[in-house]
Structure formats: C-alpha cells, structure tokens
C-alpha cells in the first residue's frame, strides 16, 4: 500500500544533484567557552584571598577603622623571628632604606605600611620604622587587626 517516492530525474538511490551544495553553517557555539570562563571565575575567586601578603604574620588587634587605598601599597613586614620581608621578599635591616629610595625615584608617593607580628621584638619593629622615618618617609603607618566584639 506504501508508495515510494522518486525523484523526478531519475536519480532516486542515493546518489546527489550536481548543482545543489549544502550551505556553509555561519553560527558560533559559545557554550564551551561560558563553561571555560565559569571555571576560571570560580577558579580565581578561590585564589584572590590567598594572594593577599605571602609573609605569614599574627597581627595585633585593634579598635582603629580601616583605611581606603586605591593603590598596591609598599608594605614592610616583621614576623615573630625578626626578620623583615619587603613585600614578599626577604631583606636585611640595612637595605631597607635604599630599597625604598630606589621605590620612591620611580615616583612611588604613597603611604608605606610596616606590619608586625604580636610576638614579633618591638625593638626590631622600631628600628624598622626608625629607619624608614630617618630616611625622610614620613607617610608610614602601622596594620593591625580589627578587634572581634566579644
């Protein structure tokens, strides 16, 4: 009862028209890359709050707001054994001075942050901020901890 249908040239099995060609699919699938950006996003979110200060120190608390900066700040740290870290890298006591002289002849104006550890030698930490204020810095500031209500 079925009929079967054929074309009307004659060629019916199989085989294609010469003068017809499939035209060229013009769309972009973006889906892939919505799924590869979706992973760096949660990827780089995971990552930022660990990218903060790479020198491990246990900063004092204190009642004192925090203040707004809208660049990377030139921080100075001391942890609990003495030694001083500029930014992330290890330095000795002499060589901070110049250090940040060699910072400021770029252009650098802004307020420079000493942190240092709670268990860190207070003297250490004023010989630090001694020689900075000495060396003509007078922008300096200390960081510390917000306290927790308790």
Do not use: C, W
């Not at 013009?26 to 200060?53: K, Q």
């Amino acid at each position: 009862m079925g009929m079967s249908v054929s074309s009307a040239n004659g060629v019916g099995n199989g085989r294609r028209r010469r003068g017809r060609r499939h035209a060229l699919m013009s769309e972009i699938n973006v889906t892939p890359f919505v799924d590869v950006m979706l992973v760096l996003l949660i990827i780089f979110m995971v990552a930022a709050p660990l990218l903060t200060v790479g020198v491990p120190i246990d900063l004092p608390e204190t009642q004192a707001r925090a203040l707004n900066s809208e660049t990377t700040p030139i921080t100075i740290s001391v942890n609990n054994e003495g030694l001083i870290y500029l930014q992330e890298t290890e330095i000795p006591i002499d060589e901070v001075v110049p250090k940040l002289e060699a910072i400021a002849q770029a252009g650098y104006d802004e307020r420079i942050y000493v942190r240092g550890d709670k268990s860190a030698d207070y003297g250490t930490v004023m010989r630090v901020m001694a020689r900075i204020s000495a060396a003509g810095f007078r922008n300096l500031g200390l960081v510390t901890l917000q306290e927790q209500d308790s």
